[in-house]
């Protein structure tokens, strides 16, 4: 085996098609870092000319003197294989000790172990402990089996749905019912989505600046997702909202209408005839029915006035990169919120990710919590509802370059 810098060529022709490819290791991602500024490098290992694991390394200025380097989402590597993770260990340690390293931090995209949709885990399913074995016999430290989010580090836990060889009509039978109700109510036609192009970003980080402030969670400056769209471009990126088209709505009210109003005329001809009780019950439900479409009627009306014809619901920002469409991010206007444009969205891109033959949707983080007392509870039953499974990655590992110092840093940083 050979340790070696490799060229941006090689590296992205490795990282693309590797099983732990991610947008977050990949070559968009580092020319992005190295546009601003970065101190950057690709290195990897060769056996027989071929590259057989590779990461980009980000550093930047710890304690005045020395660096601290990031692999973010990486290492892309065989971790079984325990020959390799010490060669590329030991390697990778002397070359960031010449770049006057004190540690490097990574987070491997690889699952610890198998959980199905509630987050329990898998009676005989798939683990992965030999990773953490392996990593620490050669050397890392590891963070642990953290729960919750830390500004500090990337997502530990992920709820995806798989698409690999799945239909639309597939999903839907895996859905909860209140999704598959909620996918019902949308295919009415009115709740539209369209995809914003880069030159309207704006709008979308105005929605989610408005959501993120509503609930309380931290969100990206409008910058960051420029930067990621221009660096993955509109062939990797897509960022749909789902808006209320008020003609066909109107229209689809006007009809529901006049159908119950025609109802009342027919059932009260009945009732004139022969006096019925249920007769009378139906009569009632269907007068509340118009009143109710009556009073939507001038509310669309109203919205029509201020807004014109299309009124603006949800939008996210996906990512499509390895084998995965990434539900990056994402807001809403609460006050618009019934007429289900996140669902709208959701149920587009999944039909993409089906129609381009993505095998995994990534609706990323959750906090590893399942308790109803959690935080995020809600946001993961939402996830859940849709069959999503719980995935929980190994974690934070930490490879001490200069071990001495590095003790007495962690020990004041308390990293792991």
Same mark, same amino acid.
């Given at each position: 085996?050979?340790?070696?810098?490799?060229?941006?060529?090689?590296?992205?022709?490795?990282?693309?098609?590797?099983?732990?490819?991610?947008?977050?290791?990949?070559?968009?991602?580092?020319?992005?870092?190295?546009?601003?500024?970065?101190?950057?490098?690709?290195?990897?290992?060769?056996?027989?000319?071929?590259?057989?694991?590779?990461?980009?390394?980000?550093?930047?200025?710890?304690?005045?003197?020395?660096?601290?380097?990031?692999? +973010?989402?990486g290492?892309?590597?065989?971790?079984?294989?325990?020959?390799?993770?010490?060669?590329f260990?030991?390697?990778?340690?002397?070359?960031?000790k010449?770049?006057?390293? =004190?540690?490097?931090?990574?987070?491997?995209?690889?699952?610890y172990?198998?959980?199905?949709?509630?987050?329990?885990?898998?009676?005989?399913?798939?683990?992965?402990?030999?990773?953490?074995?392996?990593?620490?016999?050669?050397?890392? *430290?590891?963070?642990?089996?953290?729960?919750?989010?830390?500004?500090?580090?990337?997502?530990?836990?992920?709820?995806?749905?798989?698409?690999?060889e799945?239909?639309?009509?597939?999903?839907?039978?895996?859905?909860? +019912?209140?999704?598959?109700r909620?996918?019902?109510?949308?295919? !009415?036609?009115?709740?539209?989505?369209?995809? *914003?192009?880069?030159?309207?970003?704006?709008?979308f980080?105005?929605?989610?600046?408005?959501?993120?402030?509503?609930?309380?969670?931290?969100?990206?400056?409008?910058?960051?997702?420029?930067? =990621?769209?221009?660096?993955?471009?509109?062939?990797r990126?897509?960022?749909?909202?789902?808006? *209320?088209?008020?003609?066909?709505?109107?229209?689809?009210?006007?009809?529901?209408?006049?159908?119950?109003?025609? !109802?009342?005329?027919?059932?009260?001809? +009945?009732?004139?005839?022969?006096?019925?009780?249920?007769?009378?019950?139906?009569?009632?439900?269907?007068?509340?029915?118009?009143?109710?479409?009556?009073?939507?009627?001038?509310?669309?009306?109203?919205?029509?006035?201020?807004?014109?014809d299309?009124?603006? =619901?949800?939008?996210?920002f996906?990512?499509? $990169?390895?084998?995965?469409?990434?539900?990056?991010?994402?807001?809403?206007?609460a006050?618009?919120?019934?007429?289900?444009?996140?669902?709208?969205?959701?149920?587009?891109?999944?039909?993409?990710?089906?129609?381009? +033959?993505?095998?995994?949707?990534?609706?990323?983080?959750?906090s590893?919590?399942?308790n109803?007392?959690?935080?995020?509870?809600?946001?993961?039953?939402?996830?859940?509802?849709?069959?999503?499974?719980?995935?929980?990655?190994?974690?934070?590992?930490?490879?001490?370059?200069?071990?001495t110092?590095?003790?007495? $840093?962690?020990?004041?940083?308390? =990293?792991?």
């Amino acid at each position: 085996m050979e340790f070696l810098e490799l060229t941006p060529e090689e590296y992205d022709l490795f990282a693309k098609n590797h099983p732990q490819a991610n947008f977050l290791q990949s070559l968009p991602q580092y020319e992005m870092k190295k546009k601003a500024g970065y101190e950057c490098y690709i290195v990897g290992a060769k056996e027989n000319n071929e590259v057989i694991a590779a990461s980009f390394l980000v550093g930047t200025s710890v304690l005045k003197i020395f660096r601290y380097f990031y692999a +973010q989402r990486g290492i892309l590597m065989d971790y079984e294989n325990q020959e390799l993770v010490t060669f590329f260990m030991k390697e990778l340690k002397q070359f960031l000790k010449a770049k006057k390293a =004190l540690y490097l931090k990574f987070d491997p995209y690889v699952r610890y172990q198998e959980h199905d949709k509630n987050g329990d885990i898998v009676v005989d399913g798939f683990e992965n402990k030999q990773v953490v074995t392996n990593l620490t016999q050669a050397g890392c *430290l590891h963070g642990g089996f953290t729960t919750g989010f830390n500004d500090l580090s990337q997502v530990r836990w992920m709820m995806v749905l798989d698409l690999k060889e799945k239909t639309p009509d597939d999903l839907m039978q895996g859905m909860d +019912q209140l999704r598959k109700r909620m996918i019902k109510k949308i295919d !009415k036609g009115y709740v539209k989505v369209r995809e *914003l192009p880069l030159e309207e970003l704006e709008l979308f980080a105005n929605i989610v600046n408005q959501t993120s402030e509503r609930k309380g969670f931290y969100n990206r400056e409008l910058a960051y997702y420029t930067s =990621l769209y221009e660096g993955f471009g509109s062939d990797r990126v897509k960022v749909p909202l789902a808006y *209320l088209d008020l003609p066909m709505y109107l229209k689809s009210l006007e009809e529901i209408k006049e159908k119950e109003a025609q !109802k009342i005329a027919k059932l009260t001809t +009945q009732l004139e005839k022969k006096p019925n009780e249920k007769i009378e019950k139906n009569i009632k439900a269907a007068e509340e029915l118009v009143a109710l479409n009556q009073e939507r009627i001038e509310e669309a009306k109203t919205l029509q006035a201020s807004y014109g014809d299309q009124l603006t =619901l949800s939008t996210a920002f996906f990512i499509q $990169y390895g084998d995965e469409v990434l539900y990056l991010a994402g807001g809403s206007y609460a006050e618009y919120n019934k007429f289900n444009g996140p669902y709208a969205i959701q149920w587009y891109m999944m039909n993409y990710g089906i129609e381009h +033959q993505y095998a995994r949707y990534n609706f990323y983080g959750t906090s590893g919590n399942f308790n109803q007392d959690a935080s995020d509870y809600g946001v993961f039953t939402f996830k859940r509802g849709f069959n999503a499974v719980a995935e929980e990655l190994v974690g934070d590992f930490y490879l001490p370059i200069r071990p001495t110092l590095f003790n007495l $840093y962690n020990k004041k940083k308390h =990293l792991v």
